[in-house]
Structures are given as C-alpha cells and as structure tokens.
C-alpha cells in the first residue's frame, strides 16, 4: 500500500472511531441525565423524609428505619450518577484524540498479524465485541513503550506472553484528522516529542502518554519496589512519570486502591495548581497533595512551624548558625538516638503535665504520674500511655458526678434560660421527671458533662504527657560528639524559647514528633498505599524517616534532583540510595536515574548544565533555539530599563515570562520597580493558582514550574557569591522551555565564566 493509501485507510479508520465516540456520548449523556434526574428525586424525597418531627418516640423509630432506606437510595443513585459522569469524560477525552499508537502484533503459529489501538482509555465497538481502543496501561499496551520490532514479551494473569512485534505506528489526531502519522523502531519517535515539547507552556502541566520513554515507563510500571528512587537532572520528566505512574496503579488496582491511598508531598500550592489537570485528563481522580509545611502544621497545632522557604530565606541572608547540630538533628542518628531513648524511658524521666480546668488543676502530673507508675512494669510505654488515658476518662467520669454537685455547676444551673434548658434537656422534657429534683440533677449533671469536655479533650488528645519537656529532656542528653557544649546548650536553650513562642524550628520538628508518636503510640496511617515526594533534596534523613513511620504500609516512590539542591551538597544516586534505603529500612529497593533534559532547548540545557562543576552526565533534547542571552548592565536604572524593555519584548512572544530571583525580597523589589511600567504579577507562597502573563517569584516558588521564557534577575558576583548557590542558579537557568535571559548587575558571579561565551550571546550596555 502506498503511503497515501495507507493514510487514508488510518484516517476512514479514525473516523469510524470518532463516530462510535459521539454516539456513545450521546447515549451516554441520556442516561446520564436521567441518572441525575433520579437522584434529585431521591434527594429530595429524602430531605422531606429526614426533617419529620422526631419529638414523638414511636414515630421517631419508624423513620429511622425509613430515612436509613432511602439513605441507601440516595447513595446508590449517586454512585450510578458518577460511574456515568466518569464515563462521560473520559467518552470526551477520547473525543479530542482518540489514540496516539497503533502495534501489529502476530501471536505464535498465527500469519496474519493483528492491530491494537492504544490511547489514553479503553472502547469497545458497539456490540461491546471488540477492544476498538486499548487503554495505554492495558498490559499489552507496555510493547508500545518497551519494545523494538521483533520479539516481545508482555505479562498476562497465565503467565508471560511471547509474540511478534511486526509495527510500531504513531499519530497525531487533532479534532478527528491525522495531523502527522509515521511508523517507528524507536521507543517513541523523536518526531513526535519534538511537536509536544515545542509547545508553549499553558498553566497546567500535560500528561505525556503518547511520548513516554523507556527509562519512565519503568518508573510508571514499577510494581515491586517498596522504595523506588527517581533521580532524575532538571527536566528530565520526573513529575510527569510519576503522575502517569499513579495513573498506571489506579488502573491497576481498581478493586484495592482509590486515589484517597496516595499522598503526594508536593514543593509548593503552585506546583500543586499546575499538576491537578493531569490525572483527570487520563480519566483519573487525583491524589491527596501536601506540603511538607502542611503535613507538619497539621501535627503541630498551635505551634507556628518554620517552612522550607523561611528557612531557606534565614540561611541566605544570615547563614547557618549552627551548621553541625543541624545536620545531626537532620540525620538518621539522631532519629535512631529517639528511640533508643524512648525505650529506655522510666517513669520518673516521663514528663508529665497537670490537666488544667477552668483556670485550676483538675488533674495533677503527680496524679498521672502515679496511675502510669502502678502499671506493670513490662508494658510498653505506649500502651502504658494508652492505659493512663483511659484511667484518667475513667476517673473524669466520676469526677463529672461530683462536680454536678458542685457550687459553680448549681450557680451555672440557676443562670439558664429556657433555650439553654431545652437543649440540655434534649429528647427529654419536664413530664419525664417524676420531680423537679430529679430534673435539676439531670441538668447539672448535663451541664457538668458538657463544660468537662474540653478535659475530656485535653486527655484524649494526650495533654497530660508533656513532649516538648520531654524533647528538651532528650536533647540535653543526647548531645553529638562533634558539637560543643556551648553550641549543644544553645540548641537546646534555643528550642526551649521558640516553644515559649509558640513557634518551631524545621530542624527539631521531625525529632520531635518521632519521640511524641514512639511515648503515646499514635500518628502513625496504615490505610496509605502511596507516598511520593517530589524534590526529595528538600527533605532531611530525619524526615524521610518520619514519613516512614507515619505511613508504615505505604510505598515510597522518592523523586529529586541532587543538582537543584537550594543551598546543599550534592550526593551521588546510588550513595543515596543506600543512605535511603537503610534508614527506611527497605527489603525492595529501586535506583532509576533520568540524564536526558526533556523541558530545555539545547541551547539552554547546555548552558545550565555548564554551570554544574559534573554536569557531563546531562544529556539535552534535540530540540533547537536561541542561544541563552546575558544581559550585562553597571547600574540599577540601566538595569530596570533593560528588564521591562525585555519582559516587554518576550511578551509578545511567550505565554509567560517569568522573572526569577534569588528570594522573596529581591522579588517584591522587582515588582516594585516594575510595576507601573507594564501588567506584572508577584507570586507568593500564599499563591494557589498560577497565572499567565508576565510573572516575578523566588526560585523556590518556582520549584517543579517551566515557564516559556524565564528572565534570571541579577546573576552578578555580588548576588551569587557563594559558590553552593550553584544550585540555585541551575535551578532557575532549567526552568526555561524556550527563551533563557540572564541580567547582570555588573561583573558575573563566578559560576559564569569566559568559557561559557560560546553557549552564551552577551550583551553589554553601550
Ligand atoms: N516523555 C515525554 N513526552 C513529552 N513531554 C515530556 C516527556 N517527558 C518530559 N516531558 C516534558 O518535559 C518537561 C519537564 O518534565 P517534568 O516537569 O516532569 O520534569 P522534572 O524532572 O520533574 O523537572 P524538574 O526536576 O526540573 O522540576 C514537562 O514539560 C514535560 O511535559
């Protein structure tokens, strides 16, 4: 067949499919609202049902019973609502692309070969005989990433598969026409990646099922690892195969895993903003996102807890103040050292607190102390904890009997008036009362519950064990041997004052917790499958420990870039995955590392990686443009005019046009200056949403983010002095899509050197 011919066949093909989308649509959308239809029915049926008078006991029991049933109904209408809402996006999805790739397989002893479709979802012809359509994550579909022509193997529920690849096909389908069409041997043509990675940038990040390469398609078919560590360079398309990854799971695990089991620690609600759209396109929920500043303050309630982004604001300006107790702190020794601790923990050296009421002590620590002490010896201190809290509701209970009797209940009593009465009476009225004696102990003892139940609270919530004496306690005996005395009593004095503050510092908080869930036993999730971090070179040992602990049945799948490091060493892969894989304590352990830069053009991921004192490893994308151009100005008005003629000038151009500082402070100077001249928007990291448009942020705002054109503010020597900012520089250079602009306020920092000339356009002032 001539490759017209053959052309023609795809697209009457392509045409059918489109045809079989929309009536499936349509069919679809008819039940859909008749689906929605029934369930505001229901819905309303049952409101009316729900709000009958429950004041009559008898009739309160049958509706019980009839609001339960309809309950039921309501649920059950909705979940068939939603199955249809499902499949109604993921019908129009496949609307706008219905595939992307198309194998020709022959099975042994078979001579004719047979043609699967694969896209981003399964679909059946309209007797429902035939796959028209094979999901990209069907297990036959692996071929279309994994194999060159020639024998294949592919897994199957019997065992593994061995057959024949005889084409590997690949299109573009943009609204129901071929666009481009070719076959390939490769894994996924360049041709097409060079089309999608051409692409300007849009808020949202795309899902990559039509390009995936080898080495991401092993991190997104990963089953067996219990930790698998991505380390991948600058855009080399570690987000996007994880999320492909989640994808992949949610496939194939419909019955056991719902999107609810995966948590994502996520850099920012920036990154969080631009990744939403990818698993809803590939007709997935999303996961649970979270930053590590979140995560934290969730657990931390009442405390203001330090943030990656102040801490890394207090280390550039005024450097690490305590560089070794802060690397111990962070590190699996000191996270082993807390449990040694709380093992060894007895109940004199348990620090426990009065339980307070009202202004007074309601329960004393010596009280506490003494129920704990009368417990057997061989417990374990959580359980001994646990057997504290429930002594202690035990005596609260018959505590609330006495205090009902007590003068502040009874002056309490007589100051109420009749709607505070009714709801303490509650179902209960007057007549049930044989006298008014007994209605009054009724009340007082109501009243006395209802006021004792913030001791209540206090004691479920474990408030009678003191953690932060408890930590002071375990710091000033677990002093590292490289760390003065001095310098380990300011740690420790130091900690003491921020929790007087009520505030926390980053480094003690995963110590912290670790050494509160190990004393009272809770914290810890066993309904989390999934854990994945991105930009793991943000996170401590410590931490990742802690992680660990609190999701002890999850698999971590760890993502980073030891290059982008914002003011750190760099660690070699495979040293980190024996650093991470002994402190997780993981029996299936995964290293996967991605050299080539997918996000850059040429041009730029050449000039970034030259900034990298190892940067060989890093392979750029064939994909050309400008050269990087180095804008070199003497002073600051120079500067701002050559800016906004630039930002001016992009714009025209590019989507967006972002301005990338060192810190939020250099940010909110630009904006300053910049702001009256033309439409600029500042992103802080109280920022959820991303919009287009001409953008200035700190780089750490702009973690994980591409933009069309990025504009590096002031890479001179007196902004980048310090020679581990190189990570920082790096980070900001390969945020680039297309167009990189480097400004310098006089003289380059060092890491711009004359050897870069020739992957750089300079431009003086004249
Ligand atoms: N196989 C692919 N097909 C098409 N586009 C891809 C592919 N892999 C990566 N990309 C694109 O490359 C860019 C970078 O990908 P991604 O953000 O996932 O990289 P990353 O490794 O997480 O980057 P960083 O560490 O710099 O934040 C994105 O625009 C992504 O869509």
Redesign the pocket.
């Known amino acids: 067949m001539t490759e017209q011919n053959e052309r023609q066949t795809e697209q009457k093909r392509v045409d059918y499919v489109t045809k079989q989308v929309a009536d499936q649509i349509k069919t679809n959308q008819q039940l859909f609202e008749q689906a929605h239809h029934e369930t505001r029915m229901v819905d309303q049926n049952y409101s009316d049902n729900a709000s009958v008078n429950l004041y009559e006991v008898d009739d309160a029991m049958e509706t019980n019973a009839m609001i339960e049933q309809q309950r039921q109904l309501v649920a059950r209408s909705y979940e068939s609502e939603t199955i249809l809402k499902h499949q109604l996006d993921t019908l129009s999805n496949l609307k706008k692309s219905p595939y992307f790739g198309r194998i020709d397989i022959k099975d042994p002893g078979e001579t004719t070969p047979e043609s699967l479709y694969i896209g981003v979802a399964s679909l059946m012809n309209e007797d429902k005989s035939d796959f028209i359509i094979y999901d990209w994550r069907a297990p036959i579909a692996g071929i279309y990433y994994n194999g060159n022509l020639g024998n294949v193997t592919y897994p199957t529920p019997a065992g593994t598969q061995t057959t024949e690849l005889v084409k590997k096909r690949q299109f573009t389908i943009k609204d129901g026409h071929i666009t481009n069409m070719f076959d390939t041997n490769e894994t ?1 043509g360049d041709e ?2 060079q089309a ?2 051409g692409e300007q ?1 849009d808020q949202y ?4 099922v ?4 080898k080495e ?1 398609n092993d991190i997104i078919r990963d089953t067996t690892s219990d930790l698998l560590l991505v380390q ?12 492909q990854r989640i994808a992949y799971l949610l496939y194939h695990s419909r019955a056991s895993l719902n999107a609810d089991q995966i948590v994502l620690f996520s850099p920012n609600r920036l990154f969080s903003h631009y990744i939403s759209e990818v698993l809803p396109s590939l007709g997935e929920r999303n996961m649970r996102q979270v930053t590590l500043a979140e995560f934290l303050s969730r657990r931390f309630e009442g405390l203001d807890v330090q943030t990656l982004f102040e801490r890394y604001e207090v280390e550039q300006t005024h450097g690490i103040a305590n560089q070794a107790a802060q690397t111990y702190l962070e590190s699996a020794a000191c996270m082993k050292a807390v449990n040694d601790y709380c093992q060894s923990l007895t109940t004199e050296q348990l620090k426990f607190s009065n339980i307070m009421f009202d202004g007074r002590i309601f329960f004393t620590a010596t009280h506490v102390r003494d129920i704990f002490a009368k417990l057997p010896q061989k417990m374990a201190i959580a359980d001994k904890i646990l057997a504290t809290k429930n002594g202690l509701i035990k005596e609260l209970k018959q505590r609330v009997k006495e205090e009902a009797k007590s003068d502040w209940v009874s002056e309490a009593v007589s100051q109420l008036n009749g709607e505070d009465l009714h709801s303490l009476l509650g179902e209960k009225k007057s007549e049930d009362f044989e006298t008014e004696d007994e209605q009054l102990d009724y009340v007082s003892d109501r009243l006395a519950t209802k006021r004792l139940r913030i001791v209540y609270d206090a004691i479920y919530n474990n408030y009678f064990f003191d953690p932060y004496a408890q930590y002071a306690d375990f710091l000033t005996q677990n002093r590292p041997a490289i760390v003065p005395i001095d310098s380990w009593n300011q740690i420790v004095a130091n900690f003491k004052q921020e929790i007087e503050y009520h505030r926390i510092s980053l480094m003690y908080c995963s110590s912290l917790l670790y050494l509160r869930d190990l004393v009272s036993g809770s914290g810890q999730n066993r309904q989390l499958e999934y854990v994945f971090i ?2 793991m070179q943000d996170y401590s040992t410590a931490a990742l420990i802690y992680l660990k602990h609190v999701f002890p049945k999850a698999k971590f799948t760890i ?3 030891s290059e ?1 490091a914002l003011f750190k060493e760099i660690e070699a892969p495979q040293q980190l995955l024996e650093r991470l894989s002994t402190a997780l304590e993981s029996k299936r352990p995964n290293l996967i590392t ?1 050299n080539r ?3 850059s053009t040429t041009e730029i991921t050449n000039f970034a990686k030259s900034l990298l004192p190892d940067g060989d490893q890093i392979l750029p994308f064939n994909r050309h443009g400008d050269l990087p151009r180095i804008i070199l100005r003497y002073s600051m008005p120079d500067a701002i005019r050559a800016l906004l003629e630039e930002v001016d000038n992009q714009a025209k151009s590019s989507e967006t046009v972002a301005i990338l500082t060192k810190n939020a402070t250099q940010a909110h100077e630009v904006y300053q200056q910049l702001r009256q001249s033309t439409d600029i928007t500042l992103l802080t990291d109280t920022d959820r949403t991303l919009p287009t448009g001409i953008l200035v942020m700190p780089i750490y705002l702009a ?4 933009f069309d054109t990025v504009i590096a503010y002031d890479v001179s020597v007196n902004n980048y002095s310090d020679p581990r900012s190189t990570g920082i520089l790096y ?1 900001i250079a ?2 680039a ?1 297309h167009q990189l602009i480097l400004l310098s306020i006089g003289a380059t920092c060092p890491m711009i050197s004359d050897e870069q000339e020739k992957l750089l356009q300079i431009e003086h002032s004249i």
């Open positions: 996924v097409m990646l999608a990675l940038n990040m795309q899902n990559i039509a390009t995936i390469q991401q991948g360079v600058a855009g080399s398309g570690k987000t996007s195969a994880i999320l991105d930009e993502l980073g870039d982008q991605l830069s997918y996000r973690k994980g983010l591409e980070t390969s945020r899509m």
